[in-house]
């Protein structure tokens, strides 16, 4: 089972930037990626998933233009940058693995979450 440990998130002012970090330990497996939000009140929602290779992203398209989704594998660490933050982007934002090879948007296909990280953006 692998672990996963978000962190980077903060306070911040609309319109400004942050990048997530999500680092992985024990018996980490080459599958997609993913990071999620859930926001007080509301389901946890699809926000980006990258490939084992890094080559195929998505994104939600409330997001897309602004967070890119990036891995380095030899590093263990999944990112998600942040640009032009709003506050409707406040949330807890957790990191994922996909349960298999396949590239997924939905919560329930994916295992090995981390504990989450606040961003909070403020207008």
């Known amino acids: 089972q692998v672990q996963l440990v978000e962190s980077g998130g903060g306070l911040v002012q609309a319109g400004s930037s942050l990048r997530l970090s999500c680092v992985g330990s024990?018996?980490?497996?080459?599958?997609?990626m993913g990071w999620f939000r859930q926001a007080p009140g509301k389901e946890r929602e699809f926000v980006a998933v990258?490939?084992?290779?890094?080559?195929?992203?998505y994104s939600a398209d409330s997001v897309k233009d602004r967070f890119t989704i990036s891995r380095d594998n030899a590093k263990n660490t999944l990112y998600l940058q942040m640009n032009n933050l709003k506050p409707e982007d406040t949330a807890v934002y957790y990191c994922?693995?996909?349960?298999?090879?396949?590239?997924?948007?939905?919560?329930?296909?994916?295992?090995?979450w981390g504990q989450g990280t606040q961003v909070t953006v403020s207008s």
């Open positions: 024990g018996r980490t497996l080459p599958r997609p």
């Open positions: 994922a693995v996909s349960k298999d090879s396949f590239v997924y948007n939905h919560p329930a296909d994916f295992t090995s």
């Open positions: 990258i490939t084992w290779g890094g080559d195929i992203t």
